[in-house]
């Protein structure tokens, strides 16, 4: 995994592949069921991915939660994007 920083001021070192979590939940009717999340999620992480892209929106709030599960103690010093209406 290559990695650049994110933001001309804020610094961070991101990885340059984001995570979308849009597809996390079956909210909409279709998406990945939580084990399937887990293993995308999990895999992303094995391959030194470190940047998530995450809204409150999708999947009505589903996909948020489950993201929030998914994310252990190892992960507070990562970047997470939200967006919030």
Same mark, same amino acid.
């Given at each position: 995994?290559?990695?650049? =920083?994110?933001? +001309? +001021?804020? *610094?961070?070192?991101?990885?340059?592949?984001?995570? *979308?979590?849009?597809?996390?939940? =079956? *909210?909409? *009717?279709?998406?990945?069921?939580?084990?399937?999340?887990? +293993?995308?999620?999990?895999?992303?992480?094995?391959?030194?991915? =470190?940047?998530?892209?995450?809204?409150?929106?999708? +999947?009505?709030?589903?996909?948020?939660?489950?993201?929030?599960?998914?994310?252990?103690?190892?992960?507070?010093?990562?970047?997470?994007?939200?967006?919030?209406?």
């Amino acid at each position: 995994m290559q990695y650049t =920083t994110f933001g +001309r +001021r804020a *610094g961070l070192r991101v990885s340059e592949y984001a995570l *979308g979590t849009a597809n996390f939940g =079956t *909210g909409w *009717g279709a998406g990945a069921e939580p084990d399937e999340a887990r +293993r995308i999620f999990d895999r992303f992480a094995e391959a030194g991915g =470190t940047f998530l892209d995450s809204a409150d929106g999708y +999947r009505f709030g589903e996909s948020e939660e489950l993201t929030g599960k998914l994310i252990s103690a190892e992960w507070s010093a990562r970047p997470i994007v939200s967006c919030c209406p």
